[in-house]
């Protein structure tokens, strides 16, 4: 059974930072591309982040970029998205997920295991 459990949310002030870590269990993590996603209250899930299977090609949403970096360790099978100079409107529940091939996707159809949830809150 894969699974997928994310850590590391929490409240923090404007200006503040934040590292979410998602373990995965049950699948072998090394060949997978992985992504981290958000919804906000009363707003579709959107792309935040995908990492391919080696750690070598990244992309961002363009209202992350410069301030979010998404990373991973194979060798523990975690991804982890560094936040930083967080804002308001990043408050939203991150979901990290596992994607159905190796190389990097802002498409949320084409991730098939997926994370409950972290909270983060943003305060002004």
């Known amino acids: 059974q894969v699974q997928l459990v994310e850590s590391g949310g929490g409240l923090v002030q404007a200006g503040g930072s934040l590292r979410l870590s998602c373990a995965v269990s049950g699948r072998t993590f090394s060949v997978y591309a992985m992504g981290w996603f958000r919804q906000a209250p009363g707003k579709e899930r959107e792309f935040v982040a995908t990492i391919n299977w080696r750690g070598d090609s990244i992309a961002a949403a363009d209202s992350v970029k410069g301030r979010f970096t998404i990373s991973r360790d194979n060798a523990k099978s975690t991804v982890y998205l560094q936040m930083n100079s967080l804002k308001p409107e990043d408050t939203a529940v991150y979901y990290c997920?596992?994607?159905?091939?190796?190389?990097?996707?802002?498409?949320?159809?084409?991730?098939?295991?997926w994370g409950q949830g972290a909270q983060v809150t943003v305060s002004s």
């Open positions: 997920a596992m994607r159905r091939g190796s190389d990097v996707s802002s498409r949320s159809s084409e991730y098939y295991y």
